[in-house]
């Protein structure tokens, strides 16, 4: 009889806690009511924030759409915290030819072996983009695999570990500028240029080009207190075209900090001009987000 009793018992029980199909159990009075839904405001400042680079990458893609009608195109950039190796990389186009933006590591290289003897030939260089001062520091680094060493050892103390640089020993018809060099490695580059010994000189160059470079960020900024030092390129985007790739490598310092920058563009109409137009909407959008941008220090 006990037996039957307990059984009993623990049934009851069982139905008390687990319920059955008919009706729910009631909450016991301790349990705390249910709260009202928070105001959408409120609800909002409680979402956790979007991460920087989705952030960017999204707006990056909507200016890239907005563009496909009167700038269609290949577009990409590349920005890099100065002092990191953290690239940020969007759009659709990831390489190309460096062009006259190699005139950066070269000129470096060519002051370091060289002195003051070639100061005149690095303001022509990065300055106005001549390419016969450019032509003049990569001969007095011994020209071939000597002067390949020297950019490459700049290069690779920048940062950039995988850029392999052309010249006269592969016979293209245009040497160093032919030397494919990736926006994420170039941006990385140029995030440990102002880091690196004795660049003060070609940074202080790329802060004053002439008005054949002033496009993309070369300009943007300077209301928010920020200054921009930049070395643009351009030329053939293939050999089997005569369309401009266009691109341009720089540098924003701002009370926060610095980040570095390469973007590039290949316009559908081949156009030097259209290209420049494309890393003007770039320089645009780069400046709307100057404040959003992540940023270093040597």
Same mark, same amino acid.
């Given at each position: 009889m006990k037996l039957i #009793?307990?059984?009993?018992?623990?049934?009851? #029980?069982?139905?008390?806690?687990?319920g059955t199909s008919s009706a729910a *159990?009631?909450?016991p009075p301790w349990w705390p009511p249910q709260l009202p839904?928070? /105001?959408?405001q409120i609800a909002r400042l409680l979402e956790p924030p979007v991460p920087v680079e989705k952030k960017l990458t999204k707006s990056f893609a909507a200016l890239q759409k907005s563009m496909r009608k009167t700038l269609p195109g290949s577009l990409g950039l590349a920005i890099t915290p100065v002092g990191t190796d953290q690239s940020i990389t969007m759009g659709n186009l990831t390489s190309g030819r460096a062009w006259s933006t190699l005139k950066v590591p070269v000129s470096l290289a060519a002051q370091r072996k060289n002195g003051a003897a070639v100061a005149v030939k690095e303001d022509k260089a990065i300055t106005f983009s001549d390419n016969d001062a450019a032509g003049d520091l $990569? &001969?007095?680094l011994g020209g071939g695999r000597s002067s390949v060493d020297a950019v490459t050892e700049v290069l690779r103390e920048g940062?950039?570990?995988?850029? *392999?640089? !052309?010249?006269? *020993?592969?016979? /293209? /018809?245009s040497y160093p500028g032919y030397t494919p060099w990736a926006l994420a490695d170039q941006a990385r580059f140029a995030a440990h240029l102002p880091c690196l010994a004795e660049s003060e000189h070609v940074v202080r160059l790329m802060s004053?080009?002439?008005?054949? @470079?002033? $496009? &993309? %960020?070369?300009? %943007?900024?300077?209301?928010?207190?920020? #200054? !921009?030092?930049?070395? &643009?390129g351009w030329g053939?985007? !293939?050999?089997?075209? *005569?369309?401009?790739? #266009?691109? @341009?490598? &720089? %540098?924003?310092?701002? !009370?926060r900090g610095q980040v570095a920058v390469s973007m590039a563009a290949v316009p559908r109409s081949g156009s030097f001009s259209s290209g420049i137009a494309m890393l003007d909407r770039v320089g645009d959008w780069i400046d709307r987000n100057l404040a959003t941008l992540p940023t270093g220090r040597c």
């Open positions: #009793v307990s059984l009993t018992a623990v049934a009851v #029980v069982c139905s008390v806690v687990v *159990a009631a909450s839904p928070l /105001p959408a $990569w &001969g007095s940062h950039d570990l995988r850029t *392999a640089v !052309t010249s006269e *020993a592969d016979n /293209p /018809p004053s080009v002439a008005a054949n @470079q002033q $496009w &993309g %960020i070369a300009k %943007i900024g300077r209301k928010q207190g920020a #200054v !921009t030092a930049v070395k &643009g053939p985007a !293939t050999s089997a075209s *005569a369309g401009y790739l #266009v691109r @341009q490598l &720089g %540098i924003i310092s701002t !009370t």
